[in-house]
């Protein structure tokens, strides 16, 4: 999808993204190493909607990012992530994880049904003239 995703012109493209992650009480980011190489990393956020007349309150935990370098694919070092961001989700009484995947990624969305996700929603695109 290269109409939505671009290529890293350096390191830092990313930087921005991530800090929004970082020092703040109610986000996280794990990592997996590897001989001191980061081989793995999850993003979350506590999302509470609160404030839209038509939406009950709750306590969601939403998975900004997760990836695993594709070597270590298929090694349970995703759901280990995932187990332990779900374990953060706890201090907040979150009572659902929501995550966003592209549609064609079938491997993931595969990965997440094994671990017991099911559709809440469905977001549809249409490209314009």
Request: hydrophobic share 45%; with cysteine; aromatic share 10%.
């Amino acid at each position: 999808m290269p109409d939505n995703f671009v290529q890293p012109k350096d390191d830092n493209r990313d930087a921005v993204y991530w800090q929004c992650f970082m020092n703040v009480d109610d986000a996280i980011i794990l990592v997996a190493q590897e001989e001191e190489k980061i081989i793995g990393a999850v993003c979350a956020k506590i999302i509470i909607t609160k404030g839209i007349p038509f939406l009950a309150e709750k306590t969601r935990l939403y998975i900004g990012t997760i990836v695993v370098t594709d070597r270590h694919q298929r090694r349970g070092i995703a759901s280990l992530l995932m187990s332990h961001v779900e374990e953060f989700s706890q201090k907040f009484n979150a009572t659902k994880v929501l995550l966003e995947v592209m549609s064609f990624n079938q491997d993931a969305i595969n990965f997440y049904r094994s671990l017991g996700f099911g559709y809440f929603s469905t977001k549809l695109a249409k490209k314009l003239p």
